[in-house]
């Protein structure tokens, strides 16, 4: 069965746990899928694997079976080093496109240069961080008698098409509500992704590489719609560099203001240790001119709510100023003032939109 994309929908899904997503680009075209099969049975208790022998290279395999861990031990994670490397062509992120007779729901789709997913190997739900792609496919209900793709047809599609790219298949099963208590609603359900559905079995397929460890998570239903996870682990690319304090001068005197970007705990105002030297250079630079005063002004992207943003922009530009004065910098010189997503740099559409509306300004008053 060959892949295709079609148009979109308007938004309305089963799946659907989170706010309209947006189109997402570059989606690579997957071929040579086999015919259709028997799906794996459903493990018959939730939070049980199913399990396989391992495969040559470049083959299909499902993880080991394993002895079950001492009582009141905690579950080991998936051992990443048993899968096979892979040497197949994978092309261009996500790898893997629709099926034919199914859509991209571009309202609710999305790809994230990085962003934290999880991902259940059939003991824990593991967060993996790096490039994220979360698509949701729905069925093709046009016609009078429209044919619909079984819930059996997208996962042995899916199975044939990773077989070739040298997945491992880790986990076929119903996501135990156990294990998101384990980590907490509110951080699952933030970074919950299509193929995490708790109502419906997921597949959850490993492609590991010389060079890449590439996570795919399939959560399908028998209305033919199903949503899929993709997840390449990677660091987060720098975002932050320290502008000695003469380059902060010459930007201060030539626009009257600069954008610093330090780190801060996730939607707190806590600044973490790699802001320090560029916190340096703006005292360096405060110490050498002393008649200079700057405005410390707090930005941040458009997650969360206006109010909520005011607020947590507000109090990281007070951090700034708190910490400039410990390192002996006169309060009186400093003002602090945030506001919020009202003045954006770029887009908020994309990660990298957001990483650079996520700001402390210095401006010269």
Not at 64 to 71: K, L
Request: aromatic share 6%; glycine share 8%; hydrophobic share 40%.
């Amino acid at each position: 069965m060959s892949f295709f994309l079609y148009g979109h929908k308007p938004f309305s899904h089963p799946l659907m746990h989170q706010t309209p997503r947006l189109l997402l680009s570059g989606l690579a075209l997957a071929a040579g899928l086999g015919a259709c099969g028997r799906k794996d049975q459903v493990a018959g208790q939730a939070g049980q694997p199913t399990t396989a022998t391992a495969a040559t290279p470049g083959a299909a395999a499902t993880a080991p079976s394993e002895t079950p861990p001492a009582a009141g031990a905690a579950p080991a994670a998936f051992d990443v080093s048993t899968v096979p490397v892979s040497t197949a062509k994978l092309g261009r992120f996500p790898y893997i496109a629709g099926l034919k007779g199914t859509s991209l729901n571009t309202n609710n789709s999305k790809e994230f240069d990085f962003e934290r997913a999880y991902v259940y190997d059939g003991k824990t739900l593991l967060a993996i961080e790096g490039k994220v792609s979360r698509r949701l496919f729905d069925a093709d209900r046009s016609g009078e008698n429209p044919k619909k793709l079984s819930e059996l047809a997208i996962d042995r599609n899916y199975e044939n098409l990773l077989k070739e790219l040298g997945a491992v298949k880790v986990w076929t099963g119903i996501i135990p509500k156990e294990a998101v208590d384990k980590i907490g609603n509110d951080e699952f359900y933030k970074h919950e992704g299509f193929g995490t559905d708790m109502n419906n079995a997921s597949d959850t397929y490993l492609i590991r590489q010389k060079d890449k460890e590439i996570w795919v998570q399939l959560n399908s239903q028998s209305e033919g719609d199903y949503g899929i996870d993709v997840v390449e682990k990677a660091v987060m690319p720098t975002l932050t560099t320290v502008m000695p304090a003469a380059d902060l001068k010459k930007t201060l005197e030539a626009d009257g203001h600069v954008a610093l970007y330090l780190n801060f705990d996730t939607d707190k105002a806590t600044l973490r240790p790699d802001a320090q030297p560029t916190l340096a250079e703006v005292q360096k630079l405060l110490a050498d001119s002393p008649n200079l005063r700057l405005a410390v002004q707090g930005h941040t992207d458009n997650t969360s709510t206006p109010a909520h943003n005011q607020q947590l922009s507000e109090a990281r530009a007070q951090a700034v100023v708190a910490s400039l004065a410990q390192a002996g910098i006169a309060a009186s010189r400093l003002q602090a003032a945030g506001f919020g997503q009202t003045k954006p740099l770029a887009e908020n559409t994309t990660e990298t939109g957001k990483a650079k509306n996520r700001r402390v300004e210095l401006v010269k008053m």
